[in-house]
């Protein structure tokens, strides 16, 4: 875990214990066959962070274990702090021109979507499914945007949140 003052990151198999006030985002995307967005991400965050109030970041980062990729703990992991999320973040970034396609973070969002949670999402122009992630957004959120570049997308997330119009979330 890395934090400073305003804000900190809760990486892959840390728990989270909150901190008073605490804003909680969970970091969706790209895992693999993409480059690791989610430093950029963090970064952003942190410059963008007003200081009214801490953030802390879950930032998942599987390690591949066995032949499948498949870690049980990571997945629980990861469905625990998406629940104790206010927001998911979602960037889809163009990646392996072979393999780009992210299943996983498909399947997150298509859940995030349909449960009506705030979310920011972001699409790189060269991910292959691009237009499948807007046209299925525009029917199942249509007032929800679809970002270009990550740091509009972080920018979007950093104003729903600072907007104080999402529920905060019980951190159990």
């Known amino acids: 875990m890395t934090t400073t003052q305003r804000v900190r990151v809760i990486e892959s198999l840390e728990e ?3 901190r008073p006030g605490e804003a909680k985002v ?3 995307g790209g895992m ?5 967005w989610r430093a950029d991400a963090i970064a952003t965050f942190e410059r963008s962070w007003p200081d009214r109030r801490p953030l802390g970041l879950f930032s998942p980062r599987r390690s591949v274990s066995g032949s499948s990729g498949f870690d049980e703990a990571m997945v629980g992991w990861e469905h625990r702090h998406l629940s104790r999320a206010d927001l998911v973040l979602f960037w889809f970034p163009a990646g ?6 992210q299943p ?8 995030a979507a349909a449960s009506g949670r705030p979310v920011a999402v972001g699409v790189e122009h060269g991910y292959r499914r691009r ?7 525009r029917y199942a959120r249509p007032e929800l ?6 740091g509009s997308t972080v920018r979007a997330a950093v104003r729903v949140l600072g907007s104080g119009t999402y529920p905060l979330r019980d951190a159990s």
């Open 32 to 36: 693999h066959n993409c480059p690791d």
């Open 26 to 28: 969970f970091l969706a």
């Open 96 to 101: 392996n021109a072979h393999r780009p396609e």
């Open 16 to 18: 989270c214990v909150p």
């Open 131 to 137: 237009p499948d992630v807007i046209a299925q957004l």
């Open 104 to 111: 996983i973070a498909l399947y997150e969002l298509g859940a």
């Open 145 to 150: 945007p679809v970002h270009h570049d990550l």
